[in-house]
């Protein structure tokens, strides 16, 4: 399978915790991104990658999460003092460079977080 | 207000119906309008995109964009059971790489 995988695929915590995410996505595309889901809503945008380089953040992502690609292939998300707010699903998509099409999103399964 | 506004419905059609998803916009950026299927407890898939104003046939699904107006729809043909799933419309500047999805409309094609 040449999809963009994560890893869990769930994860129940409790509140306080830490938690760590890991994404791998499609090897020949140079963009990542990570999308919030919650119940009932389409996706939010978190943070954008492009190589190791971070270039966007939303203000959805507050101080307690932090993201890395360190060498511009797998990213992590981690979730410092997990709330119950923090309870969703973690999309993880990557894309190459370019115009449509061929900047297309491709998107993994998530990772379902539950906090209790 | 939020950027994009989505009918969540949920929407039940006999199969063979033709379903019309619909969203509306308020950001004036976007250039880049997209429809994508979501099944239960899966990653979305891109069902079909549109650059700007215009209609966009692709076997089954059509879809339309009317910027003047701010309003996407994506009709499907001859609906089949294997349709039902969540569709999300998502949208994206020219010069940005996020994209912003409405909520998400849950059609269920009955047998």
């Known amino acids: 399978d040449t999809g963009v995988s994560q890893d869990p695929r769930h994860k129940i915590t409790k509140r306080g915790q830490n938690v760590t995410f890991r994404c791998d996505p499609i090897?020949?595309?140079?963009?990542l991104y990570w999308y919030r889901q919650t119940l009932g809503q389409g996706p939010e945008f978190l943070t954008y990658?492009?190589?190791?380089?971070?270039?966007?953040k939303s203000r959805l992502l507050s101080d307690r999460f932090s993201a890395e690609r360190p060498k511009g292939s797998f990213s992590t998300l981690e979730i410092q003092r997990t709330e119950q707010g923090d309870s969703a699903m973690y999309l993880c998509?990557?894309?190459?460079?370019?115009?449509?099409?061929?900047?297309?999103?491709?998107f993994g399964p998530g990772t379902r977080l539950t906090v209790l | 207000q939020k950027e994009v506004e989505q009918d969540p419905g949920p929407l039940s059609v006999p199969e063979g119906a033709i379903v019309s998803l619909n969203c509306t916009y308020s950001?004036?950026?976007?250039?880049?309008f997209m429809w994508y299927r979501q099944y239960s407890r899966k990653g979305p898939e891109l069902l079909m995109y549109?650059?700007?104003?215009g209609n966009k046939e692709d076997g089954r699904f059509t879809a339309q964009v009317d910027k003047s107006s701010k309003y996407i729809s994506l009709f499907i043909r001859d609906s089949q059971p294997s349709d039902s799933a969540t569709y999300l419309c998502?949208?994206?500047?020219?010069?940005?790489?996020?994209?912003?999805f409405g909520e998400g409309t849950q059609l269920t094609v009955n047998p």
């Open positions: 990658f492009q190589n190791e380089a971070q270039l966007e």
């Open positions: 998502a949208m994206k500047e020219t010069s940005g790489s996020r994209l912003t």
């Open positions: 950001n004036s950026a976007f250039q880049y």
């Open positions: 549109t650059y700007s104003s």
């Open positions: 090897s020949e595309h140079n963009r």
């Open positions: 998509a990557s894309s190459s460079q370019g115009l449509p099409p061929y900047n297309e999103q491709f």
